[in-house]
Nanobody, 121 residues
Framework: QVQLVVSGGDLVQPGGSLRLSCAAS????????????VTWYRERPGKQDDYVAI???????TYAAHVKGRFTVSRDNAKSTVYLQMNSLAPGDTALYYC???????????WGQGTQVTVSS
């Protein structure tokens, strides 16, 4: 069992930066955050959810085209946390951002509750 807490959302001006966190609490003592790949998604008003970025268990990363070069995803297994550094934010990035962790050994998935990012002047 895993609980994910997402934080870091805020109101920011266009061109600004934010860092989001997806912090995991691993309830099962035999499990480890290093077993999880983590995906960031976002929910924009009136639109389908977007895949944003993924970091796998090897810390390899992949990005959606609309954020590549502006966003960076990273993980700190010692803190059981994945970060999404967002730079050069634009109004189109306004969304509820949330994370999903998938255990690569058994396929179990867990979802965070989301944090609101608003980009506006």
């Amino acid at each position: 069992q895993v609980q994910l807490v997402v934080s870091g959302g805020d109101l920011v001006q266009p061109g600004g930066s934010l860092r989001l966190s997806c912090a995991a609490s691993i309830i099962t003592s035999s499990d480890s955050f290093s077993n999880y790949e983590v995906t960031w998604y976002r929910e924009r008003p009136g639109k389908q959810d977007d895949y944003v970025a993924i970091v796998n268990v090897e810390s390899d990363t992949t990005y959606a085209a609309h954020v590549k070069g502006r966003f960076t995803v990273s993980r700190d297994n010692a803190k059981s946390t994945v970060y999404l550094q967002m730079n050069s934010l634009a109004p189109g990035d306004t969304a509820l951002y949330y994370c999903m962790a998938r255990n690569v050994n058994n396929g179990n998935t867990y979802w965070g509750q989301g944090t609101q990012v608003t980009v506006s002047s």
